[in-house]
T-cell receptor
Framework: GAGVSQSPSNKVTEKGKDVELRCDPISGHTALYWYRQSLGQGLEFLIYFQGNSAPDKSGLPSDRFSAERTGGSVSTLTIQRTQQEDSAVYLC????????????FGPGTRLTVL | RKEVEQDPGPFNVPEGATVAFNCTYSNSASQSFFWYRQDCRKEPKLLMSVYSSGNEDGRFTAQLNRASQYISLLIRDSKLSDSATYLCVVNLSNTGNQFYFGTGTSLTVIP
């Protein structure tokens, strides 16, 4: 596709369940970022990938959060044992080069934990 | 202290008005700066990068003041379609290409 895609677009889950969020970056983009945005809040950085490696995991809020990227392309963000405070929009972005080039965002996954 | 701070607004201005937003950042080693626009329930999109010498794109002018650690965005001749939230973004390259987003400034242009 021409842009960053994310799936699912919406996810409703029960507290304690695990969820997987997927991001397909723009082809050829080496850098991939995960953010989350709570209602009325700014974007909170979670993790970024350069290729398949994650040099910076400092933003992951707890050990229930993990992410991986394979083949320098698709990335999945996994949240284990979801809590209500995990409810937010999870945004993925990719950029051609890490750091200085524009980030292109996907439409996000709206996660609701009941 | 937040890495990036913005006045959340809201700014409500009439069509044709000029409006300016400021954003301050805390880390003097910050390397690159951007303004993004986010429409309601949509993803952020790049509006413009901010260069040291200042830059202009049509009705939009961005400026960087490294000494005072702030960046600004000026919108001239506001249009209804400019209504959105404007996000200030700073990249701290010494922390591994981590981008910090401000919470955004809300703008509504009124007919």
């Amino acid at each position: 596709g021409a842009g960053v895609s994310q799936s699912p677009s919406n996810k409703v889950t029960e507290k304690g369940k695990d969820v997987e969020l997927r991001c397909d970056p723009i082809s050829g983009h080496t850098a991939l970022y995960w953010y989350r945005q709570s209602l009325g809040q700014g974007l909170e950085f979670l993790i970024y990938f350069q290729g398949n490696s994650a040099p910076d995991k400092s933003g992951l809020p707890s050990d229930r959060f993990s992410a991986e990227r394979t083949g320098g392309s698709v990335s999945t963000l996994t949240i284990q044992r979801t809590q209500q405070e995990d409810s937010a929009v999870y945004l993925c972005a990719s950029s051609l080069l890490a750091g200085v080039t524009e980030q292109f965002f996907g439409p996000g996954t709206r996660l609701t934990v009941l | 202290r937040k890495e990036v701070e913005q006045d959340p607004g809201p700014f409500n201005v009439p069509e044709g008005a000029t409006v300016a937003f400021n954003c301050t950042y805390s880390n003097s080693a910050s390397q690159s700066f951007f303004w993004y626009r986010q429409d309601c329930r949509k993803e952020p999109k790049l509006l413009m990068s901010v260069y040291s010498s200042g830059n202009e794109d049509g009705r939009f002018t961005a400026q960087l003041n490294r000494a005072s650690q702030y960046i600004s965005l000026l919108i001239r001749d506001s249009k209804l379609s400019d209504s959105a939230t404007y996000l200030c973004v700073v990249n701290l390259s010494n922390t591994g290409n981590q981008f910090y987003f401000g919470t955004g400034t809300s703008l509504t242009v009124i007919p």
